[in-house]
């Protein structure tokens, strides 16, 4: 790298940080950590109208929820107007940029005009400043944008991170306004400003900025400022290879941390969505960093897999220590109103069932049973606390309430009484499960119930 690599991620608070605005700030974050630079965190809020503290809010939450931790920022637009101004003003004295009084009925009229010929709706240049021109009047009462004065001529060319060599004819371009009548400036100037000042190295970001992009280094190169690298990943598609929506999935990230994803498997499963390092599929952030050098980010629409993701993060719970794995679940189950604690416990009992689970909602379903009244469905009691198994139901009961509490005893216990009633396991220990856990199937049933208090597997066996 000739200079510092720098990257950012720019969200509008218009809506809640989705998916694919995730990705790139990873892939952003990623790149940076690589190369030893910095990462920034600018939101871009000139929308009033739209923009609102609650998405701020929620974008920083889910930043830090993945731990996509930036080293400048949040920096927001509305509070540099100021320098957005300056640099106007600026480009206006120079010629770069000038003064339209197009009312929007004009504007309309003139592109109907357009279709009508068969051309391409555009602003034609009335106000633009040419030598020799002579400029209509300026109308009263009309207050004016500011426009780029885009190049004619010759084309824009890019060596694009993701899809390589890309170039677009400033034929195809029109003046951009970059100032609106109330004096607030537009989106794509902006941006342009803000990589400029905080001397962004990178931009990545999703594709439907490519038509963005010549605008941008057209304004740039007329500030005389120093080019950006630009990198555009494709979209992220539903699995009908449509447009990812809420009906797949494409909910806010913080909404995930509410189902019970973990963020390191969020993590792993978003770098997946259009970038790969050989056949790994599964990987730490660590390696994420030493890996993504800016290579290998595909140039085809990444497909969401709920499945996958389900996958990925019941490898994380498998691998997650006890511990910390516990205190995520003490929250989960606090948010049902259960005030479970993460001791020993409760790590004993994650442990037990993790392997079973996809998510921490799914671990937090089963380790409900431990904390709150259970109530078996009535056709699983029917079709397993059977007249042939409640008399050896009543001779355990008995027998617990003597034995030391722990999976080796109870575990004999439950061998003396098959023995003594002559049953089967699975005819014992599927009612066991019933009448105590709520359900017909669990882990193995002594160790299940050797993390129950006694007094609670006795109380629920006392109906039989």
């Not at 300056?86 to 004295?93: R, T």
């Not at 190049?151 to 170039?167: E, F, L, N, S």
């Not at 085809?300 to 490898?315: P, R």
């Not at 396991?425 to 066991?432: G, H, I, K, V």
Request: charge should be negative; proline fraction near 6%; glycine fraction near 6%.
């Amino acid at each position: 790298m000739t200079r510092r690599v720098r990257t950012r991620i720019a969200p509008s608070p218009t809506g809640f940080l989705h998916l694919g605005t995730a990705r790139t700030a990873l892939f952003s974050w990623a790149f940076a950590r690589h190369h030893g630079g910095d990462f920034i965190l600018r939101i871009e809020d000139t929308d009033v109208a739209r923009s609102t503290q609650e998405a701020v809010d929620q974008i920083i939450a889910a930043m830090k929820w993945l731990a996509l931790d930036y080293d400048e920022g949040p920096f927001y637009q509305m509070q540099r107007l100021d320098r957005y101004r300056e640099v106007i003003a600026k480009m206006l004295a120079e010629g770069t940029a000038y003064h339209c009084y197009c009312t929007p009925a004009e504007l309309d009229a003139m592109r109907e005009a357009q279709r009508a010929r068969g051309e391409k709706p555009r602003y034609d240049g009335t106000w633009r400043p040419e030598p020799g021109k002579a400029l209509p009047p300026v109308p009263a009462g009309v207050p004016p944008v500011v426009r780029f004065r885009n190049p004619t001529d010759g084309d824009v060319t890019w060596a694009d991170m993701v899809k390589g060599p890309i170039t677009i004819s400033n034929r195809e371009l029109d003046d951009l306004i970059i100032c609106r009548p109330d004096g607030t400036p537009t989106y794509n100037f902006c941006v342009v400003v803000d990589d400029w000042d905080m001397q962004i190295s990178h931009v990545i970001r999703g594709d439907d900025h490519v038509n963005n992009t010549p605008r941008q280094i057209n304004i740039l190169r007329a500030l005389g400022a120093e080019l950006p690298q630009y990198g555009h990943v494709p979209m992220i598609l539903g699995p009908d290879g449509d447009k990812l929506s809420k009906r797949h999935g494409a909910v806010s990230v913080t909404q995930y941390e509410e189902a019970g994803y973990l963020p390191e498997a969020m993590v792993n499963y978003l770098a997946r969505l259009g970038w790969s390092h050989g056949d790994a599929e599964l990987f730490d952030r660590a390696q994420l960093v030493a890996w993504f050098d800016g290579q290998h980010m595909a140039r085809s629409a990444a497909q969401w897999d709920a499945a996958k993701l389900n996958w990925v993060n019941a490898q994380y719970l498998k691998q997650m220590a006890d511990e910390p794995l516990a205190g995520l679940v003490a929250l989960h189950l606090q948010r049902r109103g259960i005030a479970a604690v993460a001791d020993e416990q409760l790590q004993r009992r994650c442990a037990l069932f993790k392997d079973r689970c996809a998510t921490l909602v799914e671990l937090a379903d089963w380790l409900g049973m431990y904390f709150v009244p259970v109530e078996p469905l009535a056709a699983e009691v029917a079709a397993h606390v059977t007249d042939a198994v409640r008399p050896a139901l009543q001779s355990l009961r008995d027998r617990l309430t003597e034995i030391d509490w722990d999976k080796a005893t109870i575990a004999a216990a439950i061998k003396d009484v098959l023995g003594t009633h002559g049953l089967k396991m699975p005819q014992l220990a599927t009612a066991l499960r019933v009448l105590v856990c709520g359900r017909a199937q669990t882990p193995s049933i002594d160790a299940v119930l050797a993390l129950f208090s006694r007094d609670t597997v006795l109380s629920r066996l006392q109906a039989v």
